[in-house]
């Protein structure tokens, strides 16, 4: 296994992953979509290798708390003949470690708790930080980066491309 930041030529792979993964277009053509946004910050884009093939992908891209500028950890996904091996933990770990030198404060992310602890997630409640989704409860988790301290707190905003998931 290779975990290593995206590079040109990629993007193919990292869309069929996403494809795979999920069962629909939708996540695959957000990562598109993302990657020619404003949200894009390079650097934050990982993938997890066999063999040199792409079984796995990561994404971090800009959101904004109360106008502030925060992470995202989304989508996440890998092959789903690869899973259980691993390699999305490694993908996830490496992004966030990226993430962590970027002098931001915090990563937020929409999944489920029994995953995303295991790399110090937390509640987003806990930490006054409100999605843009109503009642996704728990599944909406936080982790404050080392340059964390205390802020900000409120309203999460994603840039529009995520207007296309549902
Ligand atoms: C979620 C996902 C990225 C995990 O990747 P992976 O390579 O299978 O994960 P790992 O092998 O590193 O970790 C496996 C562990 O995660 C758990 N896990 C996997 N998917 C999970 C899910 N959707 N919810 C909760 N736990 C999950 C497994 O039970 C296993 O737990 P264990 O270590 O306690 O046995 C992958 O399963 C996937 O692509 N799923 C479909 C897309 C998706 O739901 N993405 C996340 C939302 S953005």
Known sequence: MTVRAERPGDGGAVHRVHEAAFGRPEEARLVDALRYSKAWIGGLSWVVTEDEVVVGHALITRVEVDGAPALSLAPVAV???????????AVVRAVLDAAAATGLPLVVVL??????ARFGFEPASEYNLVAPWPGVGAAYQVLPLPAYNGEPQGHVTYPEEFDELN
Do not use: A, I, K
């Open 79 to 89: 092959l789903p003949e690869c899973q259980g091996r691993g390699y999305g933990s």
């Open 111 to 116: 999944g489920d708790p029994g995953y995303y």
